[in-house]
């Protein structure tokens, strides 16, 4: 009769390590929280002139999720965006189009064959939208036009005779002349005596004349051909923005960029403080297990002390 106390007490102490050993599996056997849509990023972000609308394109495939697309609020260069709406396009599995790009660039000559040498005849080229294609020159388009004008000063000199004067008095030579369209004054006379005891008197005048010249020639030209992608089955979706001006903080000068915060959901935001709360309100749970295995620890030990007695 004495080993049934301690018979009921090694139980009671093999219930209460099962318990306590199958308690973390409990806990880990819980089912997980409903995971987070895998982030999505824009393959396209365009921007109108006045700020007002920003558009975020997505192509995504049959196995993205769109509720992975940002939909925040963010801040950009003084504006603060809000989604207005996101709308869905089916893109055909090839897209190709017909595409013109005109491009320009500087030229130090308007002969055409020096400008011919500057522009390739095919280019290679992407729009905005991802689609690409080899696009050819259009010569009828070639346009060469003046870049700008400078100016140049230089001086000019001419030499002026006037014989049979009576003496060398400089009152009969004039102070000033026109020669060429420029304006010129006497600096130097120069006297010749003649056989008949009169003068000639040689005048050297001088004065500045401007011209202008071409500084350079800008040639712009036409480039035209087909681009194209292929979709893979991929659905597009746009998300639209509307942007309002943010109005600066006092005493913050505007056109300092660098203090403004702009901040772009096209990152996802960090999902790790789901799984910080999931693992908080299963660390809270250890404590009650623990409290509840010291209780019955506790009572086996009054009831194995008691009947002892």
Request: aromatic share 6%; charged share 20%.
């Amino acid at each position: 009769m004495k080993w049934k106390p301690l018979i009921h007490a090694a139980q009671l102490l093999c219930v209460l390590a099962l318990s306590i050993s199958l308690a973390p599996a409990a806990l880990a056997a819980a089912p997980p929280e409903p995971t987070q849509p895998s982030p999505c990023y824009p393959t396209t972000v365009t921007r109108s002139e006045d700020g007002g609308e920003v558009r975020k394109m997505y192509d995504l495939g049959p196995e993205d999720d769109p509720g992975g697309i940002p939909r925040s609020d963010f801040d950009q260069d003084g504006y603060h965006y809000t989604l207005t709406d996101l709308l869905k396009q089916e893109l055909p599995a090839n897209e190709s189009r017909q595409h013109t790009e005109t491009v320009s660039m500087n030229s130090k000559s308007k002969d055409m064959g020096a400008v011919l040498a500057l522009l390739p005849q095919t280019k290679e080229f992407i729009t905005e939208d991802g689609l690409s294609g080899v696009l050819t020159l259009k010569l009828d388009t070639v346009k060469v036009e003046v870049a700008g004008y400078g100016s140049s000063t230089k001086t000019v000199t001419a030499t002026r005779t006037y014989p049979g004067l009576a003496n060398q008095d400089t009152h009969y030579i004039p102070k000033s002349i026109q020669d060429g369209g420029n304006s010129m004054t006497l600096q130097t006379v120069n006297w010749q005596t003649e056989g008949n005891g009169h003068f000639t008197a040689v005048a050297s005048y001088s004065g500045s004349a401007t011209s202008s010249y071409v500084k350079g020639y800008t040639v712009t030209a036409d480039y035209a051909g087909t681009v194209s992608r292929i979709n893979l089955n991929k659905i597009r979706y746009v998300a639209i923005f509307e942007g309002t001006a943010l109005e600066p903080a006092p005493g913050e000068d505007p056109s300092d960029d660098h203090t403004a915060t702009q901040t772009d959901p096209s990152a996802p935001a960090d999902q790790t403080s789901d799984q910080d709360a999931q693992a908080s309100e299963q660390n809270s749970v250890l404590p009650v297990v623990a409290i509840i295995a010291a209780a019955l620890l506790g009572g086996g030990a009054f009831y194995f002390i008691r009947r002892r007695r």
